[in-house]
């Protein structure tokens, strides 16, 4: 069973250590990857440096270097330290939801779903500052290496999990609450051709099963739940299951949270 | 609003002028990519040769260099510029099409579905060529890379807006018009082991949105939609909207071109 | 045709011959890939060599770099010869089933399903070796470079086609049997958090359709057919048809074995 | 002519004033350049960041990649700032004797006699941080990228300029003063198996041409100068000039200072 | 014995068609080099375009590309088709004089000396240009990779001989006739810091012996020849031979050519 | 002070146990370098197959895969076990005369004398394999890595030390016995056209101190010493000493072994 200890104290300097002190472990018992280990935990003095050298030398090309993006990430993080506290949640969603997650390493060494999403983090902080240029080309970078396409403007809450990742695709004008889970191949994509919003809204707790597409300027309530393969063409009401092609309300009022129990199923009734 | 002047004068020369122009506002707006816009942009004479530049910069390995795929580029165009034309065209579908597409350059510089259909481009030339092997290989460099399948031999027109891109999947006998729009996921699959056509044939105008899989030797009329994770193994008749697993009709006599308004969505009734 | 010639003698070794065979007619055919086809094909004395050379290039990087996995899979190969029988059932498949393999050598030097599965298998030897870390790292890398995730405790048997291969998931319970067809962008997923089996059960010769979602510790009998898109979430029984979101059966007492047949659609009716 | 302004305030900050200075003109000059002066130079708060970044990209490669040196530069300078006076004084040199230095920023951009030495000085440190085994991989790897041996043991002054620089050898036992030019070729070699000091003493000021050869625990004392090819086996006198192999007394009493001069001839009297 | 035939019409299309001749040769004898000729050869229709892509190959890195550098090398070309004239006549002068080198392609495929002239070549070309920070990249590249140091702006006629090349300084000042010789290790350097030539001035027919130290603004007369270890600090006359250190007159009246004869004994008497 | 134990039973199998305890105590000092010291040592069984790891990482680029390289040592090496006694002989050499060299791994990780002395043993191999486009390949690739230049068909005994290395330049017809010494910047070179043998013959316990050049088809007697800037053009009897420009005796009767005793100096009467 995995360690629930210290719900209430987990902040990113709580994860670091505890990330650490699984490398410490790590690294004597697979000499191959001591050096990852090594270079890629325990090296580092914090959570920001460790993701600030892991996002450098997954995206770096000969286009720009990964000694240039790690500095890009550092100032991100001293600019707005906020997004740690996001990527510890982040990282926190994996390991609390993922039965495949056993360790506070992982997503960090290990799951694209995660690094894009931080990868999006700085991408969006440079959106904000106007270095757009900059962050389309991250943007491009994470579609070309995770084959996960996020706008930099997009807007996005903490404690997301996207799981396994390939194909997902989150457009410009969607705004994501906290504590949402996704898995793979899901899109919240646009629609047609005007100005405004033109992607979805997710608010709080929702799961959105593997497949699923969610166009158009629609709201999805909080604890909802999007059955996988399902095409979401209008508002899903909050705590309900919707599912199908286009979908449809499945089941209503869920009892608790569905990010969190990531259940991707719905009773076939 | 995006630029829609001098429609009738958008040659290879015309869009080349504008992306250079671009370029040099870009070079000087962000020093970390200033060599970026400059070898991938300022650096070229003309869309061919930026092109040849960018493909082989993001295809060549180990096995090929870049400087030899550059120079199987150039040799393609310099042989049938006719696949400039169609570059260029593909190019402002996505300028005129795309929301998120601000800027002329931006196809070339970021968009893995724009870049993978151009490659597919070279490869559909050497393939006519007899250059097999050559074509198979660059296939298979485009589906590590961009992650998306387009085998040599299919039949591509012009106007084509690949969008997002990650996971389509374009078969073999597969035969497309012009001034189509995809999104990501879209399969136009093969289905059996008979000879002779196994793929759809997509007539123009035709929207497919994210997801939508066609199955087999079945034909999509002019001016048709198929709506987001439809399967589709029967022909959909011209101007009208398929959806649904499998996909039924739901709307008809479109009356306006799909492919251009980019509306996935279907009227849910 | 393709030759259906020594059916009864395919082994290893039989294959190697062929694609050796093959490689002496390409290496003359296409300059700019002579040392490709020689470091490949025709340096190697074996399949497993081929594959060690082969899975090695793609996969290795900074972190571990090519020698070292080569390494790795010789001693996964020396160390268990059957996973060598696995992997030539599993080109065989390929080569049986997919009109556009023309040739014993496409799925080693192009298919990046076919690839992807291989580099899974020596994962998957890793995983029961406790090398785990090694074999996580493994699975991201695979989930990088080739885009698609199947975790190193998942059970494969022999004879396995995975078609295109883009975005396909595999869980770590998921159990397949022999002889399976599957295509791009399947997922067989867990649901939930709990303990135990969560991912489905795959029997000899299923045919699962692109884009299928299978959720659960379900059970997919024998000779099943999952249509194109259809979304799975209670069992299969033998030799039947299921399509849809959620699958409903659509067609009953398949006659022939559908992963061979590779027809992905069903009877709409 | 070059400037000699600012004699008396020139340390690391009004050097890098002036470094970043010509780089803005740089960057504008030559475009195939542009990223090479912003990453090297522009986008740098200090010499010291500079220089971290400069070694790191010279001496990384697959075993020790670029970001684990840089960071290990950083540590070297913060630990021990006189470090970054002694790259002052060393880049300042070059900029005062060597007439094909026209620019502040040359030594650090260009020449790998200087960058050989700022990078023994990291090994150096490292060495004295009992952290043996790194500073020797250093040594290494400076002698294969810029053909410049140095033991990391050695003692070396501010001030050294190792002009061109191809072949210099410097033994562990070497202990050099300050403000020393030597030239390519030059060795300071130890003789012989025993313990205790086997290699030269070079004292402030003096000029060793290129090719000398001083073998040995001699003494050179000040302002002595070492004419080119020299064989030096015994001591030299200060302000003497010594030539031939073995090296002879062939003037006395310099009148300026060797290194400062750059004369590498003498009166072939 | 190799061919001497054809003397009076080795041009640059002369010397192409026999190099492509000993490649179709090479790329069918070593499997290992067969794209490495190919590339190298065969792939080019003259020896500008080969020069192009091998120095491009050889001296880029993430700084600046090949592609680039390839680009530069073919607009020098095509600005001065004289440099090609040098070319040949360099790539004649090591067939013609050195032993060891048995074919026509040797030169370019595999002497240092060689390779790091005709850089020098482009970089001269861009010195005089006024692209003078890309001249000091490729020379600073050349040292480098060649350990080889010639400035951009020294003179240097054509036919010129590098042989192995190691450590071969020539300096800013310095002019370089006609079918010269010279061996590793050789310096031509200045003294001094004043202003004006330098460096000395060598005229044809000279051959410099390794390891032979030249320096301050000296003239050596033609067919002259400087034994091993010499260091020259005066005036040679023309067609004498001079050794020693510092060199005195050992021998007078050379009959036959120097650099042709690559004699570097001298009358030990 | 260095172990001597063992003298007798010194084989390669003796070595490698030496050279693998000792990384097994680097692994854990380091953190850096633990893969380093992981890959180049502990993950191998044998000093050939370290060896051919090393040599591969090292020459191997782009034109040639390291892996290939890999092959073609270990090939080179199952084929004439004498190779590995004769890197045995030279990695003890460096150990027992090089006062700086501490550890029996240290020539192998970190000395590029040793590491282009063992380059040259497989291209040797190569050439007499009459793979002779292989064998110059190598050693155009061990001069630009390493900066010597040893031809292929040169013939060297067992037990040499190059120390430091950089400018050596060895030529095709020369033969160095056994237990030899040399330091960097000596010359064994041709002079002349003539067929034949062009280059010098050392006989077994020579040293040659750095920068000698040794010119022509002379011999070097047992146990002669070569100071340190020599021009050697005719005999050296053995047991004796020369030294100069030319070269004369300056000593006869060497009382012990040169190569041993490492005396660069001779008595400077």
């Not at 994860?15 to 002190?21: A, Y």
Request: charged share 15%; aromatic share 8%; glycine share 10%.
């Amino acid at each position: 069973m995995k360690s629930r200890e210290g719900m209430s104290e987990r902040n990113s300097a709580w994860l670091w250590q505890r990330i650490r002190g699984e490398g410490e472990t790590l690294v004597n018992g697979e000499p191959l990857l001591a050096s990852f280990f090594h270079s890629t935990l325990l090296n580092h003095s914090s959570l920001e440096n460790a993701l600030a050298f892991l996002l450098a030398n997954q995206l770096g090309n000969t286009d720009v270097q990964p000694m240039l993006l790690q500095q890009v990430c550092k100032e991100t993080y001293a600019s707005e330290p906020q997004i740690i506290d996001a990527a510890t949640a982040d990282s926190l969603a994996h390991y609390d939801r993922d039965p495949a997650c056993k360790y506070f390493s992982m997503p960090l060494l290990y799951f694209k779903g995660f690094q894009a999403v931080q990868a999006y983090r700085v991408a969006n902080w440079l959106w904000r500052q106007q270095r757009r240029a900059l962050a389309l080309f991250l943007q491009s970078r994470i579609a070309d290496v995770f084959d996960i396409d996020i706008h930099p403007a997009a807007t996005i809450g903490s404690g997301l999990m996207v799981d396994h990742g390939t194909g997902v695709v989150i457009g410009a004008t969607a705004v994501l609450g906290n504590n949402i889970s996704m898995l793979h191949s899901v899109t919240l994509g646009g629609s047609g051709m005007g100005a405004g919003r033109r992607h979805p809204r997710i608010d709080d707790g929702v799961l959105i099963a593997s497949g699923a597409k969610l166009l158009g300027p629609i709201t999805v309530g909080r604890d909802a739940k999007i059955a996988a393969g399902s095409v979401v063409l209008s508002d899903v009401v909050e705590f309900s299951t919707v599912a199908g092609v286009p979908a449809r309300l499945v089941g209503a009022a869920n009892k608790s949270v569905p990010s969190q129990d990531m259940n991707q199923c719905f009773d076939d009734g």
